[in-house]
C-alpha cells in the first residue's frame, strides 16, 4: 500500500524559499500522478500544482506561478515542491497527494487523487 509523507515546511520570512518532500514507501511512485494541495486556516483545501507520472506535465495555480516549481525523482520515489519568493498568504498546510495515471495526466482537482500524505506545515512571517 502506497503512504506518502511530506517534509520540509517550517518557519520563513517572506521573500524566504523552502522546499517540500513527498516521500514514498510501499510502492513506487513510477506509475502515479503528484498532486499539491495546502489548506490555510479557515479556508478550504486549495490545489497548488501536480506533475504527470512521466514528469512532462505540470500545473501550477496562478496564486504561484512564476514562484513554485515542482519536480520528482522516481530513482528517490520523491516529488519535490521548490518554493520561492514565498509570501505571507502561502501560510498553510501543505499535503501530497497520489493518483494512479499513466503518461500525461496531471490535475489540480483534489477528489480525482486517492492517497494522501499527512501534511506539513509552512509559515510565513511578514
Avoid at 510502492?27 to 479556508?43: H, M, N, V
Avoid at 522516481?74 to 497520489?98: G, H, R
Wanted: proline share 1%.
Amino acid at each position: 500500500q502506497l503512504q506518502l509523507v511530506e517534509s520540509g515546511g517550517g518557519l520563513v520570512q517572506s521573500g524566504g524559499s523552502l522546499r517540500l518532500s513527498c516521500a514514498a514507501s510501499g510502492r513506487t511512485l513510477d506509475y502515479y500522478a503528484i498532486g499539491w494541495f495546502r489548506q490555510a486556516s479557515g479556508k478550504e483545501r486549495e490545489g497548488v500544482s501536480c506533475i504527470s507520472e512521466n514528469g512532462e506535465s505540470t500545473e501550477y495555480a496562478e496564486s504561484v506561478k512564476g514562484r513554485f516549481t515542482i519536480s520528482r525523482d522516481n530513482a528517490k520515489n520523491t516529488v519535490y515542491l521548490q518554493m520561492n519568493s514565498l509570501k505571507p498568504e502561502d501560510t498553510a498546510i501543505y499535503y501530497c497527494a497520489a493518483e494512479v495515471a499513466a503518461g500525461t495526466w496531471a490535475s489540480l482537482a483534489q477528489d480525482e487523487y486517492d492517497c494522501w500524505g499527512q501534511g506539513t506545515q509552512v509559515t510565513v512571517s511578514s
